[in-house]
Structure formats: structure tokens, C-alpha cells
């Protein structure tokens, strides 16, 4: 009997390409899944994202995935996202994945 559940976001806010570093790059050892909350970062700004992996459930270190992604608070980025803004995953000090946003589904997240 399968009792893994497929992770969902309600209202995804963005959607990104990401790559997972190996270990040997500093990234992690393990494999991440969808529902991953990791700290999304860049231009100083430090903000915890949930993510859903578009097309699978996990993925592994090395591979780079699309995702859906939905902050923990939105009011962060607001007027501050643009497509192509490249930003890091991180868990505390490591940097753990590189991603770049492809689009945009909440207005009042665009940089104009």
C-alpha cells in the first residue's frame, strides 16, 4: 500500500528553474522533495519558500528542476521580483541550489 501524498501548493506566487548543488559543491547529500522549504536569497533578502517540483516528487543532488514556488511572507518581495532575478537556495550559511524566476503569477510581486 502507497501512503506517500503528492505535495501541492494552493496559490503558487513564482515559478523557477533550479539547480541542487552536490555534495561536492557545498549543496546537500540527500535527496530534496517537493514541500522542501528552503531559504530563498538575494539582494540581502532572506526569505523561507515552499516549493513544488513541476513534472516529479524528489529530485536529487546535481539535477536541476522546475518548480512552483510560494513564500512564507509574500509582503518580502513585493514590487521586487522580475523575470530572470537569479537568487540562491540556502539552509543557514550553505548555499544548497542556484535558481532563476521564469514567471510571475502574483502582480504585486513584479518589479516595475
Known sequence: MDNTKEFKLDDPEIEAT???LTSNEGGRASSI???YR???YYDGK???AAQEFI???KCEPGDTVRALMIFAAPEVQKARLYIGL???ITEGARIVGL???VK???SDLIKH
Request: hydrophobic share 25%; net charge positive; glycine share 16%.
Open 55 to 57: 513534472g516529479q516528487d
Open 104 to 106: 510571475i503569477m502574483r
Open 86 to 88: 537569479k537568487f540562491k
Open 38 to 40: 528552503g531559504t530563498f
Open 18 to 20: 533550479i539547480y541542487y
Open 99 to 101: 535558481g532563476e524566476i
Open 33 to 35: 522533495h517537493s514541500g
Open 46 to 48: 532572506y526569505n523561507s
